[in-house]
T-cell receptor
């Protein structure tokens, strides 16, 4: 699976959009981009994933660049409860690839 | 709908003692995973099981053994606990290689 690079920390004001970047320059054609978050010491929670098209769900939007070498997770109206570590993962789909590894993620702090 | 259930939630062991961490999922998922998370660190994959009857090493398998007892259950065993194994352990499951993973709430293990 391709390696990802994320900033170690970011701040965001409550009510504003939080834009979390992820670099995955070695991504290959059949690899998906996944985002998870971990609030305090709870188990990680799935947010969203995509292959090449932009995706949106009730939690967030995922913008993937045309060359797929980077992506941005957007939380449109961040709240204090969105303070968490956000993990960007690239994972190959199908076949026998079931391994799922995490990096260190980005600590997003939402400030009042 | 319980999702992924880990037992116990907390455990204190003496060096050299053995114990088994239990994980069960009720989502009929094929793949299951064990991670450890040390303070201020991301999740590190210990072992995973792509499907019932198979297990594979992750990033940090030394000192651990696993058993995929059936499709629902995946246990992690520490044969001779060491202080370096003090950590929070997370179990996860997912249906296929291109779907999201679901995590348990963690087992907080202290080895003294």
């Amino acid at each position: 699976d391709a390696k990802t690079t994320q900033p170690p920390s970011m701040d965001c004001a409550e009510g504003r959009a939080a834009n979390l970047p992820c670099n995955h320059s070695t991504i290959s054609g059949n690899e998906y981009v996944y985002w998870y978050r971990q609030i305090h010491s709870q188990g990680p929670q799935y947010i969203i994933h995509g292959l090449k098209n932009n995706e949106t769900n009730e939690m967030a939007s995922l913008i993937i660049t045309e060359d797929r070498k980077s992506s941005t997770l957007i939380l449109p109206h961040a709240t204090l409860r969105d303070t968490a570590v956000y993990y960007c993962i690239v994972n190959r789909s199908g076949g026998s690839n079931y391994k799922l590894t995490f990096g260190k993620g980005t600590l997003l702090t939402v400030n009042p | 709908n319980a999702g992924v259930t880990q037992t116990p939630k907390f455990q204190v062991l003496k060096t050299g003692q053995s114990m088994t961490l239990q994980c069960a999922q009720d989502m009929n998922h094929n793949s299951m995973y064990w991670y450890r998370q040390d303070p201020g660190m991301g999740l590190r994959l210990i072992y995973y099981s792509a499907s019932e009857g198979t297990t594979d090493k992750g990033e940090v398998p030394n000192g651990y053994n696993v058993s995929r007892l059936n499709k629902r259950e995946f246990s992690l065993r520490l044969e001779s606990a060491a202080p370096s194994q003090t950590s929070v352990y997370f179990c996860a499951s997912r249906g296929t290689a291109n779907t999201e993973a679901f995590f348990g709430q963690g087992t907080r293990l202290t080895v003294v």
